[in-house]
Protein backbone atom coordinates (compact mmCIF):
# COMPACT_ATOMS: atom_id res chain seq x y z
CA UNK A 1 0.00 0.00 0.00
CA UNK A 2 1.62 3.33 -0.79
CA UNK A 3 1.81 6.24 1.30
CA UNK A 4 -0.01 8.57 -1.06
CA UNK A 5 -3.60 7.92 -2.72
CA UNK A 6 -4.10 7.75 -6.60
CA UNK A 7 -6.75 6.23 -8.72
CA UNK A 8 -5.31 3.05 -10.47
CA UNK A 9 -6.16 4.54 -13.77
CA UNK A 10 -8.02 8.04 -15.55
CA UNK A 11 -8.86 8.07 -19.30
CA UNK A 12 -9.63 10.97 -21.53
CA UNK A 13 -10.26 11.58 -25.31
CA UNK A 14 -8.12 13.74 -27.34
CA UNK A 15 -8.22 17.78 -26.78
CA UNK A 16 -10.47 16.96 -23.37
CA UNK A 17 -8.88 17.46 -19.60
CA UNK A 18 -8.72 15.20 -16.72
CA UNK A 19 -7.43 15.45 -13.39
CA UNK A 20 -5.55 13.11 -11.69
CA UNK A 21 -6.15 13.06 -7.31
CA UNK A 22 -3.44 12.80 -4.47
CA UNK A 23 -4.45 12.09 -1.28
CA UNK A 24 -2.10 12.29 1.60
CA UNK A 25 -2.37 13.24 5.24
CA UNK A 26 -1.72 16.31 7.23
CA UNK A 27 1.57 14.86 7.46
CA UNK A 28 2.96 15.12 3.90
CA UNK A 29 0.46 16.32 1.39
CA UNK A 30 -1.55 19.02 3.77
CA UNK A 31 1.64 20.31 5.67
CA UNK A 32 3.89 20.99 3.06
CA UNK A 33 4.22 22.68 -0.50
CA UNK A 34 6.18 20.11 -1.81
CA UNK A 35 4.43 17.84 -4.19
CA UNK A 36 6.13 17.41 -7.15
CA UNK A 37 4.29 14.95 -10.13
CA UNK A 38 6.32 12.90 -12.53
CA UNK A 39 5.60 11.14 -15.73
CA UNK A 40 6.60 8.23 -16.60
CA UNK A 41 6.41 6.24 -20.16
CA UNK A 42 7.01 2.24 -20.17
CA UNK A 43 10.72 1.43 -19.51
CA UNK A 44 11.35 4.71 -19.49
CA UNK A 45 12.72 6.90 -16.19
CA UNK A 46 10.34 9.48 -14.70
CA UNK A 47 10.41 12.90 -15.80
CA UNK A 48 8.98 15.88 -13.35
CA UNK A 49 6.40 17.99 -14.64
CA UNK A 50 5.59 19.80 -11.79
CA UNK A 51 7.35 20.88 -8.43
CA UNK A 52 6.22 22.83 -5.43
CA UNK A 53 2.37 22.13 -6.01
CA UNK A 54 2.04 24.11 -9.27
CA UNK A 55 5.40 25.57 -10.91
CA UNK A 56 6.07 23.98 -14.32
CA UNK A 57 10.01 23.43 -15.13
CA UNK A 58 11.58 24.78 -18.15
CA UNK A 59 10.29 23.11 -21.56
CA UNK A 60 6.99 21.49 -19.79
CA UNK A 61 4.01 22.40 -21.48
CA UNK A 62 1.89 24.60 -20.12
CA UNK A 63 -1.01 21.66 -21.09
CA UNK A 64 -0.31 20.68 -17.20
CA UNK A 65 -1.04 22.23 -14.23
CA UNK A 66 -1.35 21.55 -10.20
CA UNK A 67 -3.18 22.66 -7.25
CA UNK A 68 -3.66 21.61 -4.14
CA UNK A 69 -6.45 21.59 -1.46
CA UNK A 70 -5.96 20.75 2.40
CA UNK A 71 -4.83 16.85 2.17
CA UNK A 72 -5.23 16.38 -1.70
CA UNK A 73 -3.45 17.48 -4.38
CA UNK A 74 -4.21 17.24 -7.93
CA UNK A 75 -2.50 16.80 -11.62
CA UNK A 76 -4.63 18.77 -14.69
CA UNK A 77 -3.61 17.63 -18.08
CA UNK A 78 -5.70 20.00 -20.85
CA UNK A 79 -5.93 19.64 -24.43
CA UNK A 80 -5.17 15.79 -24.22
CA UNK A 81 -3.10 14.32 -26.65
CA UNK A 82 -1.40 11.08 -27.69
CA UNK A 83 2.17 11.07 -26.09
CA UNK A 84 0.05 12.21 -22.76
CA UNK A 85 -0.83 8.28 -22.32
CA UNK A 86 1.79 7.23 -19.08
CA UNK A 87 1.97 6.44 -15.54
CA UNK A 88 1.82 9.37 -13.22
CA UNK A 89 3.42 9.74 -9.81
CA UNK A 90 2.61 12.32 -7.04
CA UNK A 91 5.36 12.87 -4.10
CA UNK A 92 5.57 14.72 -1.38
CA UNK A 93 7.94 15.69 1.56
CA UNK A 94 6.59 14.06 4.78
CA UNK A 95 7.44 15.05 8.71
CA UNK A 96 9.88 17.22 9.80
CA UNK A 97 12.80 15.01 8.43
CA UNK A 98 13.74 14.58 4.49
CA UNK A 99 11.40 11.78 4.16
CA UNK A 100 9.55 11.87 0.44
CA UNK A 101 6.97 9.36 0.01
CA UNK A 102 4.99 8.65 -3.67
CA UNK A 103 1.78 7.83 -4.98
CA UNK A 104 1.71 4.71 -6.23
CA UNK A 105 1.06 5.55 -9.68
CA UNK A 106 -1.98 6.32 -11.93
CA UNK A 107 -2.02 5.09 -15.70
CA UNK A 108 -3.74 7.58 -18.09
CA UNK A 109 -4.90 5.94 -21.37
CA UNK A 110 -5.74 8.32 -24.56
CA UNK A 111 -8.90 7.12 -26.05
CA UNK B 1 23.32 19.79 -18.38
CA UNK B 2 23.22 17.52 -16.24
CA UNK B 3 23.27 13.38 -17.04
CA UNK B 4 22.75 10.55 -14.77
CA UNK B 5 24.42 7.13 -15.66
CA UNK B 6 24.18 4.19 -13.44
CA UNK B 7 25.62 0.50 -13.20
CA UNK B 8 25.90 -2.57 -11.51
CA UNK B 9 25.24 -5.99 -10.65
CA UNK B 10 21.66 -6.94 -11.79
CA UNK B 11 21.59 -10.74 -10.70
CA UNK B 12 22.06 -11.19 -7.11
CA UNK B 13 21.38 -14.26 -4.24
CA UNK B 14 19.42 -13.67 -1.01
CA UNK B 15 21.85 -12.11 1.87
CA UNK B 16 24.31 -10.37 -0.57
CA UNK B 17 24.54 -7.11 -1.03
CA UNK B 18 23.31 -4.84 -3.52
CA UNK B 19 25.59 -2.52 -5.02
CA UNK B 20 25.13 0.63 -7.92
CA UNK B 21 26.80 3.62 -8.70
CA UNK B 22 26.05 6.70 -10.49
CA UNK B 23 28.21 9.20 -12.15
CA UNK B 24 27.04 12.61 -12.93
CA UNK B 25 27.98 14.59 -16.39
CA UNK B 26 27.94 17.91 -16.73
CA UNK B 27 29.01 21.38 -15.14
CA UNK B 28 28.05 21.06 -11.37
CA UNK B 29 28.10 18.51 -8.96
CA UNK B 30 28.73 20.13 -5.97
CA UNK B 31 25.34 22.24 -4.49
CA UNK B 32 22.99 19.37 -5.51
CA UNK B 33 21.08 16.30 -3.26
CA UNK B 34 21.90 13.03 -5.01
CA UNK B 35 18.85 10.10 -4.22
CA UNK B 36 18.39 6.62 -4.83
CA UNK B 37 14.74 5.62 -5.90
CA UNK B 38 13.28 2.13 -6.60
CA UNK B 39 10.33 1.14 -8.51
CA UNK B 40 9.52 -3.08 -8.16
CA UNK B 41 8.66 -4.32 -11.28
CA UNK B 42 4.42 -3.33 -12.28
CA UNK B 43 4.72 -1.32 -8.81
CA UNK B 44 5.25 2.80 -7.64
CA UNK B 45 8.35 4.33 -6.91
CA UNK B 46 10.07 4.05 -3.13
CA UNK B 47 12.97 6.78 -2.06
CA UNK B 48 15.51 5.04 -0.17
CA UNK B 49 17.55 8.13 0.69
CA UNK B 50 20.05 10.64 -0.29
CA UNK B 51 23.29 12.46 0.11
CA UNK B 52 24.97 15.63 -1.00
CA UNK B 53 28.62 16.62 -2.11
CA UNK B 54 29.81 16.92 1.68
CA UNK B 55 28.56 13.42 2.72
CA UNK B 56 25.70 14.34 4.34
CA UNK B 57 22.82 11.60 4.23
CA UNK B 58 19.19 10.91 4.90
CA UNK B 59 17.71 7.86 5.03
CA UNK B 60 14.22 6.23 4.31
CA UNK B 61 14.11 4.64 8.02
CA UNK B 62 12.45 1.18 6.36
CA UNK B 63 15.82 0.62 4.80
CA UNK B 64 18.54 2.57 7.33
CA UNK B 65 19.50 -0.68 8.88
CA UNK B 66 20.72 -2.08 5.17
CA UNK B 67 22.05 0.88 3.80
CA UNK B 68 24.77 3.21 3.14
CA UNK B 69 25.58 6.00 0.47
CA UNK B 70 28.44 7.24 -0.30
CA UNK B 71 30.19 10.26 -2.25
CA UNK B 72 33.16 10.30 -4.13
CA UNK B 73 33.72 13.63 -5.23
CA UNK B 74 36.31 13.45 -7.09
CA UNK B 75 34.88 11.47 -9.50
CA UNK B 76 31.63 12.98 -9.56
CA UNK B 77 30.00 9.91 -8.49
CA UNK B 78 27.88 8.37 -5.47
CA UNK B 79 27.09 5.24 -4.82
CA UNK B 80 24.39 2.86 -2.89
CA UNK B 81 25.06 -0.19 -1.30
CA UNK B 82 22.02 -2.71 0.24
CA UNK B 83 23.23 -5.26 2.56
CA UNK B 84 21.28 -8.67 2.85
CA UNK B 85 18.94 -8.27 -0.16
CA UNK B 86 16.04 -10.71 -0.51
CA UNK B 87 13.06 -10.88 -3.27
CA UNK B 88 11.35 -8.06 -1.94
CA UNK B 89 14.46 -5.85 -3.02
CA UNK B 90 14.10 -6.52 -6.44
CA UNK B 91 13.18 -3.58 -8.37
CA UNK B 92 14.37 -1.09 -10.94
CA UNK B 93 16.92 1.30 -9.10
CA UNK B 94 16.99 4.83 -10.21
CA UNK B 95 19.33 7.52 -9.43
CA UNK B 96 18.15 10.78 -9.66
CA UNK B 97 19.23 14.34 -8.35
CA UNK B 98 17.62 18.09 -6.91
CA UNK B 99 19.27 20.62 -8.31
CA UNK B 100 21.00 23.27 -6.28
CA UNK B 101 18.96 26.04 -4.09
CA UNK B 102 16.87 25.99 -1.33
CA UNK B 103 15.30 22.24 -0.46
CA UNK B 104 12.17 21.88 -2.48
CA UNK B 105 12.39 18.14 -2.43
CA UNK B 106 12.06 16.94 -6.16
CA UNK B 107 13.89 15.27 -8.67
CA UNK B 108 14.86 16.74 -12.24
CA UNK B 109 17.81 14.82 -13.17
CA UNK B 110 17.08 11.32 -13.65
CA UNK B 111 19.86 8.11 -14.44
CA UNK B 112 18.43 5.06 -16.62
CA UNK B 113 17.55 2.90 -14.24
CA UNK B 114 19.40 -0.95 -13.63
CA UNK B 115 17.21 -3.63 -13.03
CA UNK B 116 18.08 -5.61 -10.00
CA UNK B 117 16.55 -9.46 -9.52
CA UNK B 118 17.38 -11.35 -6.14
CA UNK B 119 17.18 -14.89 -7.07
CA UNK B 120 18.07 -18.13 -5.44
Given at each position: ?30 SYSLVSW ?26 FSGSKSG ?41 | ?120
Amino acid sequence: QSALAQPASVSGSPGQSITISCTGTSSDVGSYSLVSWYQQHPGKAPKLMIFEVNKRPSGVSNRFSGSKSGNTASLTISGLQAEDEADYYCCSKRGANTLRVFGGGTKLTVL
Amino acid sequence: QVQLQQWGAGLLKPSETLSLTCAVYGWSFNGYYWSWIRQPPGKGLEWIGEINHTGSTNDNPSLKSRLTISVDTSRKQFSLKLRSVTAADTAVYFCAGESPGSRRYFFDHWGQGTLVTVSS
